[in-house]
T-cell receptor
Framework: LAKTTQPISMDSYEGQEVNITCSHNNIATNDYITWYQQFPSQGPRFIIQGYKTKVTNEVASLFIPADRKSSTLSLPRVSLSDTAVYYCLVGDNGGGYQKVTFGIGTKLQVIP | DTGVSQDPRHKITKRGQNVTFRCDPISEHNRLYWYRQTLGQGPEFLTYFQNEAQLEKSRLLSDRFSAERPKGSFSTLEIQRTEQGDSAMYLC?????????????FGQGTRLTVV
């Protein structure tokens, strides 16, 4: 399974757009990119998933360049409640991405 | 459906005792996963089921750990002869495969403390 690398932590002020980039240089052809959010003492929560180009939902956008060796999670106008750990996962969409050990993730701290 | 449910939420046990956790997945989900998470780390994959069949176990999973999903619905994770290093949050997740979006839904976890 493809290994991912993402920043350990990020700080942002409320109302700003936050972009978290994940590197996955050895992503396979049938791999999808999935992002999860986790608050303290809770299980992770699915944010967004994509294969290529751009995906947008009501929570975030996911940008994937043509070579798919990286991806960027974009959170528009963050609020204090977006303070959480964000995980980038790579694996096939047949549940493969779930058979992985999550990395440390990116701890996002939103500052008032 | 109220999502993935785990019981108990917290468990304190003495070293050497056996513990069992339960996970009730979303009812129509055929996949069920168990993870372990320690402080400051991401969830670590332990094992998963497709219906009642246990299809994969992490090589990190000690022989003291066993999981079952007898009727393809709820699952149990048992830890025998607990050790202090077993203290962690144990997370369960479920998903429906195949589907257009194989989103995994997580429960709130069972926090185990071994004293």
């Amino acid at each position: 399974l493809a290994k991912t690398t993402q920043p350990i932590s990020m700080d942002s002020y409320e109302g700003q757009e936050v972009n978290i980039t994940c590197s996955h240089n050895n992503i396979a052809t049938n791999d999808y990119i999935t992002w999860y959010q986790q608050f303290p003492s809770q299980g992770p929560r699915f944010i967004i998933q994509g294969y290529k180009t751009k995906v947008t939902n009501e929570v975030a956008s996911l940008f994937i360049p043509a070579d798919r060796k990286s991806s960027t999670l974009s959170l528009p106008r963050v609020s204090l409640s977006d303070t959480a750990v964000y995980y980038c996962l790579v694996g096939d969409n047949g549940g493969g991405y779930q058979k992985v050990t999550f990395g440390i993730g990116t701890k996002l701290q939103v500052i008032p | 459906d109220t999502g993935v449910s785990q019981d108990p939420r917290h468990k304190i046990t003495k070293r050497g005792q056996n513990v069992t956790f339960r996970c009730d997945p979303i009812s129509e989900h055929n996949r069920l996963y168990w993870y372990r998470q320690t402080l400051g780390q991401g969830p670590e994959f332990l094992t998963y089921f497709q219906n009642e069949a246990q299809l994969e176990k992490s090589r990190l999973l000690s022989d003291r750990f066993s999981a079952e999903r007898p009727k393809g619905s709820f699952s149990t994770l048992e830890i025998q002869r607990t050790e202090q290093g077993d203290s962690a949050m144990y997370l369960c997740a479920s998903s429906l495969v195949p589907s257009l979006n194989t989103e995994a839904f997580f429960g709130q976890g069972t926090r185990l403390t071994v004293v």
